[in-house]
């Protein structure tokens, strides 16, 4: 069966498609050939793959392209199912695609896979109307009703929403026509009972109810089908959430219900004296000051301005996003809108008139905007004064067009113009790469290097082999390249630690998300990069003899997108992969300070999620003398910070205030600073810090931050030292390393200096700029295990749980210590 589809974007009259979907526990992926309008399989690989998708997915790609007698190099575009479904088994098939595609060069397309199932279902022939129910998990389903008939399955639905099982039930049970529509998707494996109990018996065949290769490339090709935004760009290609995180769910609900929990403090703006223009969530704490600012900016208009309840009254609702713009402490701008249908609706966007003209009111518009697309929204709307040049200036600079007027709505005479935009926004180069953070492409796609001359071929040639490393562990979508004599070419690291600071620590399933938002734009910017350092304008795969990626430990939904976008690129390439362990690229950031650094050495790994003293008997030769048995260091000054209201990330504020005050203030236990062993315990500490809080307030005294900081962090301080120390007596060594985001802590490495320093014992500790995670450390360690021959298949997964010396080898690693201007 063939069916007529309108032409290709690109004109061409024919075109090969791979199309792949890991939403559900459906394989679903496929090799078509559109040719004269009519779609032809070629070759299909779907198969049931319940969590593991990861494992299987690039090399069923692979298998399926061979089956129809071609390579990678015949595809012309990658078609993904976005879902809505299972949000890591998106995350799977969207970050793969995205490396096939970046690594070829070739057009993305984002398909649903509710589309899919019914055009699965169309295919076996049915006519009539249809119901797909995907199951969304926690008790609720994805429902979308399809008129199908001879020329395909026609969406009747706006956008993809997400509902409880029974007020879905209930949802189709009220329709006039519930009587005659048959029902399909695998929700109905939980909850086909519920919907036989309320009269429903028509059911399709089971071996229907899932996405396929084939329904999605159908899908994509009808005659009505709405083309997401993008034009191709694998940047814009997000998946279908229809809701947000259930810690941001969570903690909206919170802000709603009542004031979150605070502390009399002193010394709280001299703390954050030096956070200048950040970006927060609204709480609401800030509501005195938003009600404020909001009265100031309407008091020359008409326009009556909201008040303090009614912006309590948005923060308690379902599907909204509200984000203040704070400077040292003070609120100078803030923006919010709500969902409404497939349109995000901006209800306000206010900047102090002494701030504007800085480009607060963009990042405030790109951040709630993140958050409408994140709900479902395709759309953004705003009002804005006819006679507000300057506004309407910079909303048409982000995409917004004129659709609507609304006369006198400010006031008499001065009317609103209504303007919508396409989402993602469009941010500028500039903006982009002043705020380094997840943010859509910034070229034209697809990227294609300008000739290059015998001379730049030449000094490309010679600086091989040239390995690009991908870091994905928490929070930070990092990658690098390196060349062969151990140089870094570029680093680039994409953070998205403000969309952490309401929930004072990382929430995995946010870091998943940005990750697939932002490693696009890593990638182009480090390839940008590494060409620019050695003469060309951008680096192409094929200039690559490697790829590394940090396989784990870490977030296991993190690390998923990092491996996952890797062995795509690898997939399409052929290039080789490499695993490399988190652990082992903060352990040699050290070389970056001491290239000539060889074991025998103590290392102290301490970050956010580790704690732990190795002895480092030779390269790859790794003994764990002692770790944490509860929380790591980094996590530590995170909670206490969070206990203070001093935000996420905790440890530089804590640091800051520490350096203004007494360490002998307060006393805090040193826990197993006597235990004869190498363990380190951190949460009893945490308690008793927060005991002391809470004894103060209820006592009425002020705490004085300063000294509460630097009791705290010697308490930490003091331990970590102490094992150290005789770590080095009893191992006999002469050098000591520190790594680990909490490397950075100026406290900790001056008492290491100290203390070593009296023992004759070298210390050394990483540049600031690689202590956090980084994809610099992570080249390091994959271009060793590339010259060791330390290669994977693409059935690597993540492992969250690897222990250090896992992907590793006794070859030496090579770093020059020299870095990019850029």
């Known amino acids: 069966m063939t069916q007529t589809t309108s032409q290709s974007t690109n004109g061409a009259d024919e075109r090969t498609i791979l199309a792949i ?15 004269g309008g009519h779609i032809e399989m070629l070759a299909s690989g779907d198969h049931l793959c319940r969590r593991q998708a990861n494992v299987e997915l690039a090399q069923t790609a692979l298998d399926c392209l061979g089956r129809a007698g071609l390579s990678m190099n015949d595809v012309d575009e990658v078609l993904v199912g976005r879902g809505p479904g299972s949000f890591t088994g998106v995350r799977i098939g969207i970050a793969t695609a995205k490396g096939i ?9 984002g398909g649903s896979t509710l589309d899919s199932v019914a055009w699965g279902v169309w295919k076996d022939g049915y006519r009539g109307r249809l119901a797909v129910i995907g199951d969304a998990m926690r008790g609720e389903v994805y429902p979308g009703i399809y008129r199908v008939d001879g020329s395909g399955a026609h969406r009747e639905f706006e956008a993809e929403v997400v509902l409880k099982a029974d007020a879905a039930v209930e949802s189709l049970r009220s329709r006039a026509d519930s009587a005659s529509l048959l029902l399909a998707g695998d929700g109905l494996k939980k909850y086909r ?19 396929g290769s084939e329904g ?10 709405r083309p997401p935004v993008g034009d191709g760009d694998p940047a814009l290609v997000l998946p279908v959430y229809t809701r947000l995180s259930d810690a941001e769910e969570n903690e909206r609900k919170r802000l709603g219900m009542s004031e979150p929990a605070s502390v009399e403090v002193t010394g709280v703006a001299d703390a954050l004296a030096d956070r200048h223009l950040q970006l927060r969530p609204m709480s609401v704490n800030d509501l005195p000051a938003v009600a404020a600012l909001e009265a100031e900016a309407y008091a020359s208009v008409g326009h009556t301005p909201w008040t303090e309840g009614m912006f309590y009254d948005e923060l308690s609702q379902p599907q909204r ?22 349109d995000f609706e901006v209800s306000e966007v206010v900047v102090s008139p002494s701030r504007r003209r800085q480009g607060i009111a963009t990042r405030l518009l790109s951040r709630i905007a993140y958050d409408g697309q994140t709900l479902g929204a395709s759309t953004v709307s705003l009002e804005v004064s006819k006679g507000n040049a300057a506004a309407r200036a910079l909303y048409e600079g982000l995409g917004f067009r ?19 935009a396409d989402l993602p926004l469009r941010a ?37 082999p040239l390995v690009l490393s991908i870091e994905s562990s928490c929070d930070e979508t990092a990658m690098a390249v390196i060349n062969g004599r151990g140089e870094i070419c570029a680093n680039v690291v994409a953070t998205s630690v403000d969309f952490h600071a309401r929930f004072g620590g990382v929430v995995p399933e946010i870091a998943s998300r940005k990750h697939v938002e932002a490693i696009v734009g890593v990638y182009e910017e480090v390839m940008a990069q590494a060409g620019a350092h050695l003469g060309v304008d951008t680096l192409a795969p094929s200039d690559l003899s490697c790829v590394g990626v940090t396989a784990g430990p870490g977030l ?11 062995k795509g690129l690898c997939a399409s390439t052929g290039l080789p992969l490499t695993p490399v362990n988190h652990l082992e690229g903060h352990l040699m950031a050290n070389l970056f300070q001491t290239p000539d650094l060889q074991p025998p050495f103590v290392a102290s790994l301490v970050s956010g999620g580790n704690t732990m003293l190795v002895h480092v008997r030779g390269w790859g030769d790794y003994q764990v003398l002692g770790a944490t048995i509860d929380d790591a260091v980094g996590e530590a000054f995170d909670k206490v910070a969070k206990a203070l209201g001093l935000g996420y990330p905790g440890g530089p504020v804590i640091s800051k205030l520490a350096a203004r005050g007494n360490k002998k203030a307060i006393h805090f236990p040193r826990a197993m600073m006597h235990s004869h062993d190498y363990s380190f315990s951190l949460s009893g500490l945490k308690t008793a810090v927060i005991t002391y809080i809470e004894g103060e307030n209820r006592a009425g005294r002020p705490i004085n931050l300063p000294d509460l900081a630097a009791s705290f962090e010697a308490a930490v301080i003091d331990v970590q030292v102490a094992k150290a120390v005789t770590a080095v007596e009893e191992t006999g060594v002469s050098d000591f390393c520190v790594g680990g985001g909490v490397a950075a802590n100026p406290q900790l490495r001056e008492a290491y200096r100290k203390r070593f320093g009296r023992m004759g014992v070298r210390v050394t500790v990483p540049p600031m700029v690689v202590c956090g995670d980084n994809g610099a450390m992570i080249a390091v360690v994959a271009l060793r295990n590339y010259r060791a021959g330390v290669l994977a298949d693409l059935s690597l997964d993540a492992n969250p749980n690897a222990h250090l010396g896992c992907w590793s080898s006794d070859l030496a690693p090579v770093v020059s210590g020299e870095w990019p201007n850029k």
């Open 101 to 109: 595609s970046c690594g070829i060069g070739c057009p993305l397309r």
């Open 556 to 566: 296991v939904g993190a690390l998923v997108v990092g491996v996952a976008f890797a």
């Open 428 to 464: 500028s180069e500039g903006l982009a790469l002043e705020h380094v953070e997840p943010h859509a492409s910034i070229r034209p796609w697809p990227i294609v290097p300008r000739p290059r001359s015998q001379a730049e071929r030449d000094a490309i040639k010679a600086a091989g």
């Open 402 to 420: 004129q659709v609507g007027l609304r006369p006198n709505y400010y006031d008499k005479g001065d009317d609103a113009l209504v303007m919508r």
């Open 21 to 35: 979907d890991t939403s559900t526990d459906m394989l679903a992926c496929g090799v078509a050939r559109v040719r």
């Open 321 to 342: 996003s509200w984000w203040v713009a704070h400077d040292q402490g003070e609120v100078i701008a803030f923006a919010g809108g709500m969902l409404a249908g497939s």
């Open 216 to 225: 999605l490339v159908r899908s994509a090709e009808a005659p009505d089908w």
């Open 193 to 211: 009972d519920r919907f036989e109990a309320a009269g429903f018996d028509h059911f399709a065949e089971e071996r229907l109810w899932h996405p």
